[in-house]
Nanobody, 115 residues
Framework: VQLVESGGGLVQPGGSLRLSCAAS????????MSWYRQAPGKERELVAA????????PYADSVKGRFTISRDNAKNTVYLQMNSLKSEDTAVYYC?????????WGQGTQVTVSS
């Protein structure tokens, strides 16, 4: 199993970014995919998750109405569209899945929201 995130960067408050996570090595469409984030000095937190069929699970309260998770099973890719970004969204964002009782994480992509 391999998860590779991309799309992070520096953005001004109020801006947008779209993160991507390319997955390989497992039956992608059969598994729930999630995005987590970890800010400096804080614990890693679940941001959003999407089922194999594309149904989104409840978002973290802090991102509701601003972030949208989606997936393209034909491309084995999950996305996180982030709008109206705030400084408190600054974190390393990780792609995650659980396959056959094992946890898999991507390497993370840095998102910095600053003017």
């Amino acid at each position: 199993v391999q998860l590779v995130e991309s799309g992070g960067g520096l953005v001004q408050p109020g801006g947008s970014l779209r993160l991507s996570c390319a997955a390989s090595g497992f039956a992608f469409s059969s598994f729930t995919m999630s995005w987590y984030r970890q800010a400096p000095g804080k614990e890693r937190e679940l941001v959003a998750a999407v089922t194999g069929a594309g149904g989104s699970l409840p978002y973290a309260d802090s991102v509701k109405g601003r972030f949208t998770i989606s997936r393209d099973n034909a491309k084995n890719t999950v996305y996180l569209q982030m709008n109206s970004l705030k400084s408190e969204d600054t974190a390393v964002y990780y792609c995650y899945t659980r396959v056959v009782f094992r946890d898999y994480w991507g390497q993370g992509t840095q998102v910095t929201v600053s003017s």
